[in-house]
């Protein structure tokens, strides 16, 4: 059972720097498998051509070494089903005569396949080799084996430079490195050479620290050779699904990222695939990584999310400044208006949002006031004392001016219901208003006015929309749900005022049931927001534990609360709008009822 805690590695184990859940560096024994100890089969064939599709292989070569000695060889002609052509005959030296009493592939191929079993292949452009080896497979029927594959010619390209050697070609490197064999195009004269350059690349690759099979098959020269040490951090971390933190010497979080596999996802940052500028200075800098472990893939995102939120590691760039959201308040006054707040209170005000900047949330006020007259004044207006002057919208139409006392309270109740009903609940008269007015703007060739008014009008049906749905799950005080795993079992979650409590698993075969009860027992505490439209949590988070909701085969299996969304909501008119968007709205007419539950399945799980 793991519930949240960001401050807790692994089986409780402290995440601080230095502490027993950060993985430091170790020992080069804990990287992977020496060179020292790898078996390598260094192989060259001569064929009939240049393809697999219409040639075939006349000679098979191949030298059986491992720690810098020869463990056995391995050659032989090989009769092919049509002519040597006579230009191979001549680069070669293999003639028809030759063959014609030599095996054929089908019986030469299971001998090379038994003398290479265990092995890493390796050949000088690999690719012709195996790509030969492979087709002969298929046509004999053998199963290929899932050989390694090391190509002496890609290594060369990175390591040997040009005022060392012309070329990469064989006969060149083998001149530079000294071999004892000269290419010929034979076979194993070709092998026993590429033996001798596979040893003086490796010996290249040492001295910049690669000691292992792995660091040798995932080498490049874009990888710094400190860069490369420091992948002992990764292959410390464990093959399990979790979040990860690089930290720097003084304990400082640089990164913080999610995995399925931690151990294969930290180790890419040590490979050329990791190709971010940004992630190799990081690189650099680290000094720790710290793996959390976690339960399921939603618990990972969300302390991955909650950890960028209080750190503010340098090298994220995704959420890490979610105090910059922002909600739309009709505010709580004889004569409401509309104004942009940082946080929800508990109090009768109406709230939308949140919005993701300052400037979509003014973008929405903007479209909402161009079709509700709502007053855009800033100073407080009461009945008994209305203000001495008006402005230019009450000119306009685009104000009632109770400013002036030109509109009473009652009458003025009506726009802000209008409004009120745009923010949190139905937006279908306000978007064909909107909408109305884009058309109007079009028909006059006011194109910029009318693409400008456009986005404004998404901007509050995406933060209408967005609100709307997070809202009963932020008001709900405990959702359990659970979705069955490919392996068996349940993936169990336990959500609070929109907040991710708790999170398990329940063991293939087992009574899901006791699995829930005790998440709801361990799970975190959460109190009831001061707002009540606002999540006890970021609102990304609390938009990760919808999508997880909303995935194929989730079942709530209690729900204190009341999950409904309005007809004709926000949702509706984005999915109008934007064909494809995620809405739990329903396109009914709204007379009839308000509101609908959520439509999931809820109670006991079967075993």
Not at 268 to 280: L, P
Not at 319 to 345: I, N, Q
Request: with cysteine.
């Amino acid at each position: 059972m793991q519930t949240l805690d960001t401050g807790r590695g692994p089986s409780g184990r402290s995440s601080d720097p230095g502490g027993p859940g950060t993985y430091t560096q170790e020992t080069f024994g804990d990287l992977g498998t020496p060179l020292s100890e790898v078996t390598f089969v260094v192989v060259d064939l001569e064929t009939t051509g240049g393809s697999p599709a219409g040639s075939q292989i006349t000679e098979v070569g191949a030298v059986k070494v491992r720690g810098g000695q020869v463990l056995g060889e391995f050659q032989t002609l090989v009769r092919p089903a049509t002519p040597i052509p006579g230009f191979i005959t001549v680069l070669t030296g293999i003639t028809n005569a030759m063959v014609v009493q030599a095996p054929p592939i089908s019986v030469v191929l299971p001998q090379f396949l038994e003398f290479a079993r265990g092995s890493v292949l390796v050949a000088h452009n690999a690719g012709f080799d195996v790509s030969f080896l492979k087709a002969a497979a298929t046509e004999t029927g053998h199963p290929w084996p899932s050989f390694p594959v090391l190509d002496t010619v890609r290594l060369a390209r990175q390591l040997v430079h040009k005022d060392e050697a012309p070329n990469h070609k064989l006969a060149s490197l083998a001149r530079l490195f000294g071999s004892a064999t000269t290419p010929d195009h034979r076979a194993l004269h070709d092998a026993r050479a590429t033996v001798d350059v596979l040893h003086g690349l490796v010996e290249r690759v040492g001295n910049l620290g690669v000691h292992t099979l792995e660091e040798l098959q995932s080498y490049s020269s874009r990888v710094s050779p400190a860069q490369r040490r420091k992948r002992v951090l990764a292959e410390a971390m464990p093959s399990a699904p979790g979040v990860y933190v690089f930290r720097d010497r003084a304990g400082v979080p640089l990164y913080v990222g999610t995995a399925s596999d931690l151990r294969r996802r930290t180790l890419s940052y040590f490979t050329a695939s990791e190709g971010r500028r940004r992630m190799t200075e990081m690189v650099g800098l680290a000094d720790s990584l710290t793996p959390i472990v976690c339960a399921t893939a939603l618990e990972a995102s969300v302390r991955e999310l909650r950890l960028i939120a209080e750190h503010k590691p340098r090298y994220n760039r995704r959420s890490r400044h979610p105090e910059k959201a922002v909600w739309v308040r009709l505010t709580d006054e004889p004569f409401p208006r509309l104004s942009v707040v940082r946080s929800v209170r508990d109090d009768r005000a109406q709230y939308a949002g949140p919005f993701g900047s300052r400037r979509t949330a003014e973008a929405a006020v903007t479209a909402l006031h161009e079709v509700v007259p709502l007053r855009q004044c800033t100073r407080r207006l009461s009945e008994r004392s209305p203000g001495s002057s008006a402005c230019v919208l009450l000119e306009i139409g685009r104000c009632g001016g109770p400013c002036v006392g030109a509109q009473s309270r009652d009458d003025y109740a009506q726009v802000v219901q209008q409004a009120a009903r745009a923010l949190v609940g139905s937006t279908t008269d306000v978007v064909a208003a909107l909408r109305a007015r884009l058309d109007e703007l079009a028909g006059q060739e006011r194109f910029e006015e009318a693409r400008t008014l456009r986005d404004r009008m998404m901007a509050l049906v995406r933060a209408a929309a967005r609100g709307q749905r997070l809202r009963p799950l932020s008001r709900s005080s405990e959702v359990v749900a659970a979705r069955r795993r490919e392996e068996g079992g349940w993936e169990l979650v336990c959500v609070r005022y929109g907040r991710l409590a708790g999170a398990s698993l329940s063991p293939r075969g087992a009574d899901p049931m006791p699995y829930v009860e005790a998440l709801r027992e361990t799970a975190e505490v959460v109190s009831r927001p001061e707002g009540s439209d606002a999540p006890a949590a970021l609102a990304e988070e609390t938009e990760l534990v919808l999508r997880w909701l909303e995935a194929p085969g989730v079942r709530l299996v209690d729900l204190e609360g009341e999950w409904t969304c309005p007809v004709g909501g926000a949702g509706a008119s984005r999915a109008l709008l934007e064909p494809g968007a995620a809405s739990w709205s329903t396109t009914e007419p709204a007379a009839g009822r308000e509101a609908r539950p959520f439509d999931r399945p809820v109670g006991a799980l079967p075993g």
